[in-house]
RNA sequence: GGGCUCGUGGCUUAGCCAGGAUAUAGCGCUGGCCUUCUAAGCCAGACGCCUCGGGUUCGAAUCCCGACGGGCCCGCCA
């Protein structure tokens, strides 16, 4: 419970009075956060005037003078039909920085619910490096876990790995076909192609795909090689545990050079849940016999199986949503189907995030769940992909950017700026430090934008250092550490009447709505309001720091460090929060 | 063709779901501030028919309908 909502209690208990002794009980109203300059909440009257019969200011006046300031509320006016309510300023620094003095990091961890969150995020395709195009999913996941963990969950997250189908099974066969000249002679016709002079990296993902683009080119053109692997599909569908197995192993190599790209954006998953051991399980299986039975079930001419969707609010001129080929095989979507099932068994809540192409197919798979008699859904959160300026990213045409390269590139940035700052720093720490700031600029540029939204991937936005950035919020750190560091000991001081400049309440406001964020981020997944906090924090410390001095500030030296550890506490669990790091220099 | 989604200063973006006061912030632009604790900073300024047209309402960026423009989807693929 923070002080604002105590405030806004307050405020409901003394309306609701006031209302009924006007003579209108039970009247409904909103309390509103105020945008009006020098008010903290508000009460629009408007709605009241309808029932009330009377004009919305004179309901405003006539309140105004019933509710007297008292307790939480130092001051009651009323202007434009508008109640407005100001906070006890004494109250909310006491109560705010009393509690973040006392619980430190864990400030805003909310209590603890009970509940087991499942949240799947990445799942691409092990098939090739991870490019741009698909980056939001990762770090959209990681940060709502991050938030979901501070409101009181028990967080899993998790990987769902695609090892069986067509594209992981001609990844194996060129892997265990192509030889490595053919892939050295492909790799350096695909860094041309992406205009880059460089070799390809030497990781797993990148030596891989190599081999992978090369398969593809001899499917296309060579007869002996498709035969081939459609044998090798062939064994791989009837369950032939030798071609699975190779498979599952190719996968895993190039999971390695995956999970390492995730690593140096700072996400790590707890868990990875491979696609073909709900084959292996009979799982799948079980699902289709289920369906089968169900009222909406229907078999086409060849023998497939689907159900279908009509009455699901499921459009087009095709409802059906199939579940097995004609020949019986189970499909990616009969998979999803187990794997959703099994996630129930551990779960209390399945969140997934999905590229917005899965849109229908996650709302079929819903239905299918509905039918399937499951009394949980899993909840999407869908995000659009990022393009280049020159349109959709795609490996083929040689319109792409990978994510290693986008670190490689944010972290050199980094150091440059760093370097030309900090003669002092040794060349190690400024290395260091310069991966912490580069990756940050990329989070932070990622997060920002609702997922919703478009995203247009811009060099000179993602390496921006300044403003509205990853590294704006952690200068702010660096600098509430280094005042800190010079300040040396200090006792805390949170009495109130030490705090009488705007700038200095007004931090102490932000730092009052930080618990509230974490909230909105994490229980109704709107993660974009944790960066546009961070910096909203960020920037109210700077306004305090240009206008105040802090460690020359007389009997008011204690008070103001107090501030700062408050500060620098709440800023370093959002940095985390966001999956950046927090450096105490730059 | 059908469905879903986005449209806010030159660019990027918050607010929209739960309609209220002067539409949020950043980049860029113009001007000022390092003999004070990190100038990746601070201060001041210019820049908006909130895509367009209707409707609902005392009140619409927000809700409804329609148009236009961008994106995504409509496999016995994954």
Not at 564 to 569: D, N, Q
Request: with cysteine; proline share 3%; glycine share 6%.
């Amino acid at each position: 419970m923070t002080a604002m909502d105590d405030f806004q209690n307050e405020i409901r208990a003394k309306v609701s009075a006031a209302l009924k002794d006007m003579g209108a009980d039970g009247t409904g109203f909103v309390i509103e956060a105020s945008t009006m300059e020098g008010v903290d909440m508000a009460v629009p009257c408007f709605p009241l005037a309808k029932a009330m019969r009377k004009a919305p200011q004179a309901i405003a006046d006539e309140l105004a003078t019933r509710i007297q300031p008292s307790g939480m509320i130092s001051k009651v006016t009323s202007v434009n039909g508008f109640l407005n309510f100001n906070i006890d300023p004494e109250f909310l620094i006491k109560s705010t920085l009393d509690e973040i003095v006392e619980k430190g990091g864990e400030f805003a961890y909310l209590p603890k619910t009970g509940k087991r969150v499942n949240v799947e995020h990445t799942s691409t395709n092990p098939t090739g490096p991870i490019h741009v195009g698909r980056a939001r999913n990762p770090i959209i996941g990681d940060t709502l876990a991050r938030c979901l963990l501070r409101c009181g969950n028990e967080v899993t997250t998790e990987y769902y790995v695609n090892d069986v189908g067509k594209q992981v099974v001609v990844l194996t066969w060129g892997v265990n076909n192509v030889t490595d000249e053919e892939a050295a002679k492909n790799s350096e016709e695909h860094m041309k192609e992406i205009g880059q002079n460089e070799k390809e990296r030497d990781k797993t993902d990148h030596k891989l795909v190599a081999k992978y683009r090369v398969a593809n080119k001899k499917l296309e053109t060579d007869p002996a090689v498709q035969t081939e692997i459609s044998e090798m599909m062939r064994r791989f569908e009837q369950g032939d545990s030798e071609v699975i197995d190779t498979v599952r192993h190719t996968a895993e190599i190039m999971l390695d050079g995956l999970k390492e790209t995730l690593g140096n954006i700072n996400v790590s998953l707890d868990r990875y849940t491979w696609e073909s051991g709900y084959i292996a399980d009979g799982s799948a299986r079980a699902i289709v016999e289920d369906l089968k039975k169900s009222e909406y079930a229907g078999q086409t001419d060849d023998g497939a199986w689907f159900v279908d969707l009509k009455d699901f609010g499921v459009q087009g001129k095709n409802t059906k949503f199939t579940f097995t080929r004609s020949d019986g095989t189970t499909l990616y979507t009969t998979r999803d189907l187990a794997y959703h099932t099994d996630k129930f068994t551990r779960s209390d809540r399945v969140i997934d995030v999905l590229g917005e192409d899965q849109k229908l197919g996650s709302k079929q798979l819903c239905s299918a769940l509905e039918i399937l008699g499951s009394d949980k859904q899993p909840e999407p959160l869908f995000y659009a992909f990022v393009s280049l300026p020159e349109g959709k990213m795609s490996t083929r045409r040689g319109v792409v950017v990978y994510m290693d390269d986008l670190i490689d590139e944010a972290v050199a940035r980094a150091y440059d700026e760093i370097k030309s700052r900090r003669q002092d720093m040794p060349e190690e720490k400024m290395r260091d430090i310069a991966k912490v700031i580069g990756v940050a600029a990329i989070r932070f540029n990622i997060v920002r934008v609702q997922p919703e939204k478009q995203f247009v991937f811009k060099w000179e936005d993602a390496l921006n250092f300044d403003g509205n950035s990853g590294p704006y919020i952690q200068y702010v750190h660096a600098r509430a550490c280094s005042t800190l560091r010079k300040a040396g000991t200090f006792k805390h001081d949170t009495d109130a009447s030490k705090f009488r400049e705007e700038c200095e309440i007004n931090l102490i406001k932000t730092l009052a709505k930080y618990e509230e964020t974490i909230r909105l981020a994490g229980d109704e997944k709107r993660i974009h309001m944790l960066p546009a906090y961070a910096h909203e924090l960020a920037s109210s410390f700077n306004q305090f720091y240009a206008n105040v001095s802090i460690l020359n500030s007389e009997d008011l030296r204690d008070a103001r460090l107090t501030l700062v550890e408050c500060t620098k506490t709440v800023l370093a669990d959002v940095l985390d929060c966001l999956g950046m790091g927090a450096p105490e220099e730059m």
